[in-house]
Nanobody
Framework: QVQLVESGGGLVQPGGSLRLSCAAS????????MSWYRQAPGKERELIAL????????NYLEDVKGRFTISRDNAKNTLYLQMNSLKPEDTAVYYC????????WGQGTQVTVSS
């Protein structure tokens, strides 16, 4: 079965950095576009970054462009999100996701940006 397991979240000060990871299994990772979403308290879940199967094309939500970088290691079946210059408004639960007949989600990892 499809499994997505995020890790790497935590508490960080404004201006700091975090690197999220998502370990994928149960499907052919190297063939699938992968995405990162986030959901802040009281808000809808939003797509923040996606990367094509070969890693050649990426796309970002305007709010994170230039600060976040999505990447993948197809040999390790792992998706990454490098987050720099973090702001309090980046506080959210972050999810990795893929679509295989339906959308699959990980359990999420909490990112809190606060001094």
């Amino acid at each position: 079965q499809v499994q997505l397991v995020e890790s790497g979240g935590g508490l960080v000060q404004p201006g700091g950095s975090l690197r999220l990871s998502c370990a994928a299994s149960g499907f052919t990772f190297r063939f699938k576009t992968m995405s990162w979403y986030r959901q802040a308290p009281g808000k809808e879940r939003e797509l923040i970054a996606l990367i094509t199967s070969d890693g050649h094309i990426t796309n970002y939500l305007e709010d994170v462009k230039g600060r976040f970088t999505i990447s993948r290691d197809n040999a390790k079946n792992t998706l990454y999100l490098q987050m720099n210059s973090l702001k309090p408004e980046d506080t959210a639960v972050y999810y990795c996701s893929t679509h295989i007949s339906q959308r699959f989600w990980g359990q999420g990892t909490q990112v809190t940006v606060s001094s």
